[in-house]
Each structure stands twice: as C-alpha cells, then as structure tokens.
C-alpha cells in the first residue's frame, strides 16, 4: 500500500503529459514513450556517457563544496549569534536574487568549463544549507545544553551526543534544498558557459529544436532529482518523525 | 532558622547573592533532608537552584556541597531535573535513561540493571523503546527524573518537575518521589510554585519574598519519613497549606505589581 500513491501519482503524470502531447503536438514536445525510447537510445550511445558523467561529476563536486562551506558558514554563523544575526539578512538577499545575474563574474573569475560550473552550482546550493544549519543550532532547545552541562559533558561528547543529533533534522532539510539548488546551478552553468555535459546538450538541443532530446535529457534530470530527492527526503521525514515536528 | 539540624550539613549557602540585591541569603540542608522552595514568580527560586548546582556564579558567597566549595561546574553526586522536558526526542526512553551514565565509570552490566530498574519503578516498562514523542508529557517527565536517578545522586535538585502535569499525576508522581527520597536516602532541594506539594513532600519549606528575594520564614511540616499523598485529607496540612498562602499572598501580589488595585494590607 505504502508504494500505491507514489504509483499512482506516476501514471496520472504520464497521462497527463500523453493529454498534453495530444493537444500540443510533435512542435511543443514529444510523448513520453517516444521520450523513454530515446533516452534509451542514447544512453546507448557512446558519444552521450561522457556528458552524463561530465555533469554528474560537476555536480557532485557542487554539491560537496555546498554542504561542506554550508555547513562552515551555518555553524559559525548559528554559534556566534551577533553575527548570525548580521549575516542572515545578507543570506536571505543572496538566496532570493536570480543568480543568474552573478554568472558574468562566475565565468570572468573561472573561465568557460568545470570550474565555473561547480562554482555556480556551488553558488546555489550554499545558502539553504547554511541558512538551515545557522538556524538549526540556533534553535537547540536551551534546556538540552543544560543537561549536558549537568553531566558535565566534554565538548568532544557535547558535540557527538547532543549537537549533532539535535540539529541533523533540519540540517538535512537544508542539504535537501541544496541539493536540488546546486544541480540547477550546474545545469545552468553547463547550459550558458561550457562545451560538454548535459546542460550543454540542452542547451544545443534547444538552439536545434530537437524536441526529442529535449524532452530525453529533461527526463533523465528528473528521474536522477526524484531518486535522490525521495531518498533525502525519506531522511528527513525519519527524523522529524522521531523528533515529533512532524 | 536557616539551619540543618543536628550539625550534618550536606549542602551550605553562606551569604548568598546575585538576583537577591536585598540582604545575602544563608541556608543549610541537612543530609537526606527534603527541602522546597516556594515563593513568587521572578523572586530567584531557578538562580538560586543554578547556584547551588553549579550552574550559575554568585555575585558573592559561597555553596559547599559535602565540605567542598561549587564553583563552575556541576560536582559529582549532584542531579539536576529541570521544568522543561530535557529529554532527548533522538534517543529512546531506554537511550535517555542511560544518557548520562555513558559518561561515568559505572560497568556496563550494572549501568544496565540501573537502567531496567529504574523503567520499571517509573511503570515505562512497556515504553522501553518508545521515543519521547510518542510519550505523554507525565511520562516524559519520569524519564528525565529516571536518568537523573540512575546516577544515584547524593543531592538532587528538582527545579518544579511536575510543573506540566495535571493535580492528579502530580500526586502520584510526589508518591513516587518520596518513595526514591526514602529508598536512596539523598538530600532533595524542590522548587515549586504548588503549595501544596511542599507541604506534602517536605520536611522544612523555605518560602521566599518578592525580587529581591529572601527567605521569610522556613517552617518545619513535622511529617514522618513514611508519609505519602493520603496526608492531604490531614488537618495539619490544611492548617499548614494555609499558612503558606498567608505568607505569600501580599508577597504574590507584590510581584504581580497589583497591590494596589486589589487593596491588600501588607
């Protein structure tokens, strides 16, 4: 029972996208067994694994510096408060402004090419995890601190058994957000300044109209985001369970 | 007044201050005494519980816990059972009873009988494994003062632990309170804002001023050893409850900032 919705979710959104192939037609995008059938066909193709490991490996790279500098900045931030409190609006501004617009500057600092991707995809997915984790220590119950000081516990213990466990859920929210920030950010990056990978391909696909391949590499973007998003968010959901917040 | 009896002090206030600006408080407890504290809302009770846990400095004067000064950390043999619920939602009840004996030299075979005792002297058998949110509020409650029992502290501080829970689950969880009082002979020191609870649960019962606060009196309730919650039918409880009030009410008031409104005589 428990994978029924999720299936059944999956069926009314193909028949939706099969309804809006029928209105829309071959021009607009392509339905989805011809989209399934091409993406076999190139997952087939030699000359199409680079550009998916290209973009994998950029993304990883992304993703990694976003939750390591986020968590960085999210912990100074959440345990000094004076300057949590002076950073977080200037956190909000960079999350809310399209940063797009800082891609310019990207590609002058780094270049056409891997390291402008992983800067841009990095770019994005930092500030939801600092946010949530500057937030999370912030919010750890007052009394939690008392207890370990009762037990007079070593920061090293403080840390391991009260800290860490007590933040995790809503630091994993954030690397949740980040991840799905930091792999739009890399596709944007690939798709206006590299030569290689799957937002370049995107990004050729749509100068040529293949709807096709559009449509096939969309697909693969949103199979790879659902597979890692419901993983992350089955985490998420385990601990806040536990933690009785949701 | 302030004074243990007999001469065998466990803990010693010298000429206490810090949110009490007034005159420097002074108190001794007794080894295996049961002491409250009642007073009103803002007159110091939870400071003057962090001072002498060790979780707060004086401004002056001194705490000494078995013949040793507190001074910035909490000593050994001292337990602490705050109002809130400390207890942790990422461990189960089994996991946060054990919490703090993971940090002593306890083996773990016998740390592990401490802890399946003490679930089922607090009736959590059936919780074992349970988190604390899926616990209710009282039970929860029971798990924090178990993981501060299971220690064997020689003094425990319980800062108004049935605060949270209903009239009901409040007497029944003194009940088993003075049950662990007799059983492991440690000296209590309670604060609470119920008048009542003091008055059954204690031997002497310091009551406090208005900020800045001070004892006004401390009164000796005379109850056996063997006492239990059925003392709240007993003639010398009413007489003593309402002596209580008599001596908090103006105070009460005074802190509410109303005394004049209401027209009290003080």
């Given at each position: 029972m428990k994978w029924r919705d999720p299936l059944l979710l999956i069926v009314v959104l193909l028949l939706l996208w099969q309804a809006l192939y029928f209105f829309a037609g071959d021009i607009a995008l392509s339905s989805p067994l011809a989209t399934m059938r091409r993406l076999a066909q190139m997952l087939g193709d030699p000359r199409f694994v680079p550009h998916v490991l290209e973009t994998l490996s950029a993304f990883l790279q992304a993703f990694v510096l976003a939750v390591l500098l986020g968590l960085a900045i999210g912990i100074a931030l959440g345990a000094h408060r004076l300057t949590g409190e002076v950073a977080e609006p200037i956190l909000v501004a960079l999350y809310s402004i399209p940063k797009v617009t800082l891609y310019p500057i990207i590609l002058l600092i780094f270049g056409i090419g891997m390291p402008a991707k992983v800067a841009f995809g990095t770019i994005q997915g930092v500030v939801p995890v600092a946010l949530f984790t500057m937030n999370a220590i912030r919010n750890v119950n007052p009394v939690f601190n008392r207890t370990a000081r009762v037990q007079n516990l070593s920061s090293i213990a403080w840390v391991r058994d009260v800290l860490v466990p007590a933040t995790l859920p809503e630091i994993v929210t954030g690397i949740r957000v980040g991840f799905s920030l930091a792999l739009i950010g890399t596709l944007l990056g690939e798709m206006f300044g590299?030569?290689?990978?799957l937002g370049f391909l995107l990004m050729q696909a749509m100068s040529l109209h293949n709807m096709p391949n559009i449509m096939a590499v969309t697909l693969l973007l949103v199979l790879f985001a659902a597979i890692v998003n419901t993983a992350l968010l089955g985490i998420d959901r385990r601990l806040r369970r536990r933690s009785g917040a949701a | 007044m302030t004074g243990a009896e007999g001469g065998d002090a466990h803990v010693v206030l010298s000429a206490i201050t810090r949110v009490y600006e007034g005159r420097p408080l002074d108190l001794a407890l007794a080894r295996g005494e049961f002491f409250a504290v009642v007073g009103p809302s803002g007159c110091g009770k939870s400071t003057l519980l962090d001072v002498i846990a060790g979780l707060a400095r004086p401004t002056s004067g001194t705490v000494v816990f078995e013949g040793a000064r507190v001074e910035g950390r909490v000593p050994d043999g001292v337990g602490v059972v705050f109002q809130e619920d400390a207890s942790f939602p990422w461990l189960t009840v089994h996991d946060n009873i054990a919490f703090g004996l993971?940090?002593?030299?306890?083996a773990a075979d016998e740390a592990l009988a401490r802890v399946d005792y003490a679930i089922a002297f607090m009736g959590l058998t059936d919780f074992r494994t349970a988190y604390p949110a899926q616990l209710s509020g009282g039970m929860r409650q029971r798990v924090c003062i178990a993981r501060t029992l299971v220690q064997k502290p020689r003094l425990i501080l319980l800062d108004?632990?049935?605060?949270?829970?209903d009239q009901q689950t409040r007497l029944l969880m003194g009940d088993e309170l003075l049950r662990l009082w007799r059983e492991t002979g440690a000296t209590v020191f309670l604060i609470t804002h119920a008048l009542d609870e003091a008055a059954m649960l204690s031997d002497r019962i310091g009551v406090m001023s208005a900020r800045p606060g001070r004892f006004l009196e401390i009164m000796e309730t005379?109850?056996?050893?063997?006492?239990?919650?059925?003392?709240?039918?007993?003639d010398d409880f009413g007489r003593l409850t309402s002596r209580l009030w008599t001596q908090l009410r103006g105070e009460s008031i005074r802190a509410l900032g109303h005394a004049g409104a209401v027209g009290v005589n003080q």
């Open positions: 590299a030569q290689r990978g | 993971k940090y002593t030299s306890v108004e632990p049935f605060g949270a829970l005379h109850w056996p050893r063997t006492r239990d919650s059925t003392i709240v039918g007993n």
